[in-house]
């Protein structure tokens, strides 16, 4: 008797493994072409000079109030003491021209640097990493407020080693101090009080890369003491023990609090 052969069995098909997770990729991983960096890159120059030039015309129109509050520091030393002339003085027939341009550009830089800040913030950020620009705001943001320290600091610590260097040589010479170079003199010290206020900034940086931590700095603390009292003598323009000594001062101050942060909001 004929039977009909059952239908071979379909094999099993295996067993599903668990889907993954898809990984899509974010828009921060989009690659930009060469000609889109260009295009991005002019886009970040056209509206930072734009912004430089509004705020230089703008401190243009200020300018007889800017040169002003920038002559104060040295007004006050000629003013309270001996000296035969009462204000600074030029020395070249085009310095009524070129000193008010280079006060308005100086001015107008200044002025339109959070524009500027923000085109170039705009501009890296698609490259940075989500932990990297929860840190770089901060940054930026002390960097800023401690380089506007640093030159506030300097503006007021001005008149103090004027008057030591204008009075030092007593009665054997007249001060008739020029006000190109004291613009020159006045902007340097600014920059280097302004720079070497970041010192807090840099310590941090650089304990949050893991390269140095607060029980190292404090090992080393008598060498950066002695660090910053070099630098400090170095780097200030003038001959006197005065400014650098207001220097000194609030940089070990600054250290001292950057390792109290670096131990206890890092650490935490």
């Known amino acids: 008797m004929t039977t009909l052969a059952d239908p071979p069995a379909t094999p099993a098909p295996p067993p599903a493994s668990e889907p993954g997770p898809v990984s899509t990729p ?87 640097l959070p524009v500027i800040l923000w ?19 901060p940054f930026i943001a002390s960097s800023l407020l401690l380089f506007g320290m640093g030159g506030a ?5 001005m008149p103090v080693g004027l008057t ?9 010479a007249s001060f008739l101090p020029d006000l190109n170079q004291y613009l020159s003199f006045f902007t340097l010290l ?22 140095v931590s607060s029980k190292k700095l404090r090992a080393w603390r008598r060498g950066i003491w002695v660090g910053i009292i070099f630098v400090a003598f170095v780097v200030t323009p003038g001959a006197d023990p005065i400014t650098p000594t207001a220097l000194l001062i609030p940089l070990i101050a600054l250290f001292e609090a950057s390792v109290l942060v670096l131990d206890k909001v890092f650490k935490r």
């Open 164 to 172: 030591f260097l204008a009075n030092f040589l007593g009665g054997n």
């Open 190 to 211: 600014i920059v280097i009080f302004g720079v070497t206020f970041e010192l807090p900034v840099v310590v941090v940086l650089l304990g949050v890369l893991g390269i």
């Open 153 to 157: 600091f300097a503006y007021f610590v």
């Open 26 to 112: 974010p828009d921060d991983d989009k690659r930009m072409t060469v000609v889109e960096h260009l295009t991005e890159l002019r886009r970040v120059l056209i509206i930072s000079l734009l912004a430089w030039g509004v705020a230089t015309v703008a401190a243009a129109v200020f300018n007889g109030q800017i040169i002003h509050a920038l002559e104060r520091p040295l007004l006050n030393v000629l003013n309270g003491s001996h000296f035969l002339s009462k204000v600074p003085i030029v020395t070249s027939p085009t310095e009524p021209i070129t000193i008010p341009l280079k006060v308005a550009l100086i001015t107008g830089f200044i002025g339109a």
């Open 119 to 137: 085109q170039v913030w705009t501009f890296v950020s698609p490259g940075l990493r989500p932990v990297e620009r929860k840190f770089a705001g």
